[in-house]
């Protein structure tokens, strides 16, 4: 009997023949057998010192680990140890969703603490207490723009991340808006196109900061276009950028999300990760989530408590702002630790070291025969290469070598197959920056 599923053999036996079936197998027999999963053919179980061998087997195939050079959204940072020890501790750790107050004060303060740690990195007025990750953030950002506005079109820049674009139009398949893309310009917006776009049908103009491109811009000229005609501006934000560069609120941005892997989560096969927002005060209300306040108890001592949530049962159909209950809270409070280690001078100075290895970066590479470092516009720590052959290939040559050498952006823009994407963290050293040139001056010959 397996020991992590109840039913018997003879529990089985006594379903199957209420059903009317032999076997488990004649239930998906209308299922062809090249379209069936392959978890439908398990192999049996093993002891735990079985098990524990085949592990041991396979990790010893590992050739080592790479140096990553891979960006596009989710980046090799260093993570504290102080960050997983304090989040490890049992308060933490196992605190549950936060409905009685009387009973979750760690917890309240703690997200109230990482929405006040979002508020000074963006400059907004309000933040909530985080969503899933950085693409689902952006789409509740864009619907936030349509309640508000009662219109029904976006128009999104093509800088925004494509993982993202495509995320949007999923979940909008089915909804009757109108989606419109711009194209980049010398890797920054193009103002022309979207000042021909904006007009009183426009809910949101949606742009990203540094783009998918790396490019770093200043979207004040396109946010003062976009109220002028009582469009909202969102922006997808690079947390750790905002150490250097100019905040959204300084923008006049409206709504701000963002990828929050970068404050302190490591990269972990895909996840779980953190989405963040902020918004100005008089949008609080169509703002998704739950948002923490801070008030005082009938003996007027401290306390927290959710101002504002999206519980199960406040769900309201089409009136509701979202279908997004709670989040992943623990990664919320993980970044709030990371925060709070750095502190404010501590951010600064790992903005700066990103950006400080990426200008070296692209220094060295640019001095590779047949790389040629795109400088139409200023970046922050990713930037583009255009190579001699197809970007792919070359990521493929460069894992048996030691390197994640870049993320090829033919995958998500045609025309583009010979350009790569490289990002370069703090981590990077200038040992593994000059040998990555070294390595890739190797594969292009």
Known sequence: MNPYIANTQTDVRAMLDAIGVKSVDALFVDIKPEHAPKSFDLPQGLSEFEVMERLRLLAAKNTGALVPFIGGGYYDHYVPAACSAIISRGEFYTAYTPYQPECAQGTLQALFE?????????????????????GTALYEAMMMAIRITGRKKVIMDGGVSPIYRKLIKSYTHNLHFEFIETPVVHGQSDRVAMAKLIDKDTA???????????TID???????????????????????????????????????????????LPLNFGGPYLGFMATRKKFIRQMPGRIVGETVDADGRRCFVNTLQAREQHIRREKATSNICTNVALCAVQ??????????????????????????AREVLGK??????KRSSPTFNEFTVRLPKDASDVVEAMIPRGFAAGFPLGRYYPGMENYLLVAVTEKR?????????????????
């Not at 970044?335 to 070296?360: C, P, T, W, Y």
């Open 368 to 373: 590779v025969p047949g790389v040629e470092v």
């Open 114 to 134: 990482y929405q006040s740690s979002i508020c000074a990195l963006t400059g907004m007025d309000v933040s909530n207490a985080s969503l899933y990750d950085g």
């Open 204 to 214: 949101a103009v949606i742009v990203q900061n540094p783009n998918f491109f790396g």
């Open 218 to 264: 200043d979207h004040s000229d396109i946010v003062e276009k976009a109220h002028a005609a009582g469009v909202i501006v969102v922006s997808s934000v690079y947390p750790v950028s905002l150490g250097l560069l100019k905040t959204p609120a300084e923008m006049g941005v409206d709504i701000v999300t963002g990828e929050g892997q970068s404050l302190g």
């Open 335 to 360: 970044a709030s630790v990371f925060m709070s280690l750095l502190g404010r001078q501590g951010f600064r100075q790992l903005a700066q070291l990103n950006l400080d290895k990426a200008e070296f």
């Open 429 to 445: 050293t200038r040992a593994e920056i000059l040998s990555f040139a070294k390595v890739l001056a190797e594969v292009l010959r």
